[in-house]
Every structure is written in C-alpha cells, then in structure tokens.
C-alpha cells in the first residue's frame, strides 16, 4: 500500500472517530453485571480471575456500586476481577464458606467455574480503600495459588468429567450459512472445486 492510501485512510479514520467523541462524565464506567451468576462464576473461572459479588437490598447496592465503580477502573485493578450484583436465590450454595448475607464477596471460582470459594467477605457500606486492599491481596492470592489453564486440556478434563456450560447463544459456527450452527469443525465445508 503506498504512503499517499495509507495517509488517506488514516485521516479518514480520525475524521470518523471524531464524530463519535466519548461524553466525559466524570464518572467511572458502570460495573459489569452478568445475566446470571452461574454465568458470572463461570465466566470468572474461564478467564481465571476473583469474582466480585455484591448482595443486598437495592438502595444498599447502589450505593456500594458508585463505591466499586472508581476502584473497578482504577490501575491495579482494572481487567483482574469480574463483577455480578445480586445474584438469584439459592447462589451461595456452590460456594464454600458463604453465608446467604448482604455483602461484597470476593469469590475464587473453581477450575470449571461450578463451585467456588469465599475468600473473604466485606460489609456493603465498607471504605473505598478497604475495598481496595482486599481486593487487591485476593487477585495475589488467586494468582499464586491458582494453576494458569492450557485450553485445550482444560476443555478436554470438562468433557471427560461431563461438565458442559450452556449459554444463551449456540457454541459453534454456521460455516455454511445454512441457519444452523456446525458443531464440529470442517462439518458440513463446501467440497473445494477442483
């Protein structure tokens, strides 16, 4: 590509990313929140990392929200936790040492993401900077102490132990564009022409 396309296409990207300028808010992003908890558990031990759970009455969980809200996106932290608020009923059975009780929980999920284990449990209206130590010794903590996954054998220990996470959308792809999703890879592939 010669340098005059190249200079081109540059300018024409910044002309584009200029009319869709962020609005500065002051504030920090919101928290993530998944659909449910097993997908927020089970999410949390795929990327291996401390989950955050916050539990609690609605006014009280807002408030503890703005408090993560600044220290989820701060350095040291962002991207090293993932965040579910106010899981359904009956959540804190699969998870050792819990109590059904308001909180902000930091969990260490499971090699498969079905169980998990408190780490340690603060009180909802707790100081930012409390928070923030906790959080930050539970991410060493779980680090030290956690196995870094090879992906293809963690996939194949799942399947031999039966253990299969059934998301909203279909695994796979639609290689064919039939509207249906090809499970196995090279499955339903055009014959090439010869």
């Given amino acids: 590509m010669g340098g005059d396309s190249t200079r081109q296409i540059i300018a024409r990207m910044e002309e584009l990313s200029d009319r869709y300028m962020p609005k500065e808010t002051g504030r920090a992003p919101l928290l993530q929140d998944f659909d449910s908890f097993r997908q927020a558990l089970n999410v949390a031990a795929a990327d291996q990392r401390v989950l955050v759970i916050l539990q609690g009455a609605e006014d009280e ?99 031999k132990n039966g253990i299969y996470f059934a998301g909203a959308v279909p695994y ?6 039939d509207g249906e999703i090809d499970h196995r890879p090279h499955e339903n592939r055009r014959t090439p022409r010869q």
């Fill in 61 to 159: 969980l807002e408030r503890a929200k703005e408090t993560l809200r600044p220290i989820a996106w701060s350095g040291g932290i962002i991207g090293r936790f993932h965040y579910d608020c106010s899981p359904e009923p009956n959540w804190t059975s699969t998870i050792s040492g819990l109590e059904d009780s308001p909180g902000i929980h930091l969990v260490q999920p499971g090699q498969f993401g079905t169980e998990g284990v408190l780490y340690q449990s603060l009180p909802l209206d707790a100081r930012p900077e409390e928070i923030r130590a906790v959080m930050s010794r539970a991410n060493s903590h779980y680090a030290a102490n956690t196995e870094q996954k090879v992906y293809a054998s963690h996939v194949a220990e799942g399947r």
């Fill in 172 to 177: 796979g792809e639609d290689r064919d564009a």
